[in-house]
């Protein structure tokens, strides 16, 4: 290897020919490979997908030789895949694990490996770090068998994992009444794995998709990365005007998390968009469960937990914290702050195909556009408002640490600090339920400052405050 391969919130990531080769890849595989025979799974089968990257499904066969030369067997897509499709064919499939070679929302240069278990939902910390141990040193240590070779043998098959997708998504939402709402909803899939899907799902009825952004284009052309925020998504909120579309349904790379814009071209950001899948779950639908959220994410459910007498559970950031939290209490919805929510009845994986139909049918029972929504939201728990900063820094990870906890301060932005939470890194809690975060990036040398408040007057004064006790200003 030409470098130590660490597992962030999410696998790993790497840019394209520098970190992120062939061999390192393999090396990874071998590892994942290693932490399945160990677990008792010889011969079992894992499915094996990609994105629209440069290179992802030769990347993908390489990941799957490496598996059958272990004495696994390969279900490998035959196409690019979302991510929550490829997690649930985990569950069809009754296979053992899967890996995704996508990278997800970063810049085009980066490409990645995600890894699943037989739940389709992420590894946990302590499995991840198993993986981590057992990744060789050398690509000399890897074991492979030859994709034509594999299928000759019966260790690799090919398949299309659409139709087992569709038909489990019929349960979980019914597709009828949306499709004959006569909606017309902008879809933006960033040049990535969601192009096609919401096409696919609502046609026959007088509900009208518009694509944009939906052909193979590794270099994404548009916007910075295929993350659904900001300014990424400027493109799709002025289409929505320019169509007169009634909704903006937005996913990332891989199709695993889901940007809403509303019928007036504004962003409706992640927290919100977290807030209105749990009011729908809870009140549109009338279900009960258990919301697991990471500490980065909107009090808002704490207070729709509140209201419908239902148990919050927070976590760490990454789904690798969500996911097993989910299974653990059958929970009704987990979710994070980069726009990933998952449901139950489905895998314990990220879903922004999911997620948008869920969205639509809000609108079509409730008889209200996206900003209406809104403002029902806000009825019930009162306006929350969100932003973030993520910025490089210089020097010691540790002695920023250390300048952070020593800071104590009084007051955040002009209210008062009323205590601190460490599950994941460092959240002052304040007078109005809001909150600041810091954070420091588990693969680069990056703060990320993020806050929630009552206050929209706020927002700006509380992140610079968190700035300064980062000791960044």
Known sequence: ???????????????????YTFANVRCCAQGFATYLLKHGHRN??????????FLGENFAAAVAEVLAGNGLRVYLTDGASPTPVISYSVVARKAVGAVNVTASHNPYQDNGFKVRDENGGAIDPEGLKEI???????????????????????????????????????????LQ???????????????????????????????EVIEIHNTRHPLFPEMSRPEPIPPNIDVGLRATVEHNADVLLINDGDADRVGLGDEN???????RAYGLLAYYLLEVRGERGPIVKTISTTKMLNKL??????????????????APKMLETQALIGGEESGGYAFRGHVPERDGILAGLYFLDMMVKLERKPSELLDLLFSKVGAHHYDRIDTPFKGERQDKIDRILSAD??????????????IDGYQFQLEDDGWLLIRFSGTEPIIRVYCETTHEDKVQAILQDGLKIAGIK
């Not at 079992?44 to 990257?53: A, I, L, Q, S, Y």
């Not at 209210?415 to 601190?420: M, P």
Request: hydrophobic content about 35%.
């Open 132 to 174: 981590e141990n057992f990744i060789p040193e050398s690509e000399a240590e890897v074991k492979r068998l030859d994709i034509a070779e594999a299928r000759r043998q019966g260790f690799l098959s090919y398949f299309d994992p659409d139709p087992d997708y569709i038909e489990h998504i019929k349960t979980l939402v019914d």
């Open 409 to 422: 301060p009084e007051t955040i932005g002009g209210l008062k600090v009323t205590g601190l939470i460490t």
């Open 1 to 19: 290897m030409t470098q130590e391969i660490k597992f962030g919130t999410d696998g790993w990531r790497g840019k394209i020919a520098e970190d």
């Open 44 to 53: 079992k089968w894992v499915v094996v997908g990609h994105d629209k990257r």
């Open 265 to 271: 071209g504004e962003f409706i950001n992640q927290l």
């Open 177 to 207: 009444p949306i499709k004959d709402a006569g909606l017309k909803v902008l879809v933006e899939p960033m040049w990535g794995n969601g192009a096609g899907w919401f096409s696919k799902l609502l046609e026959g009825g007088k509900t």
């Open 305 to 322: 937990a509140e209201i419908y007498d239902v148990p919050v559970h927070e976590t760490g950031v990454g789904f690798k914290y969500v």
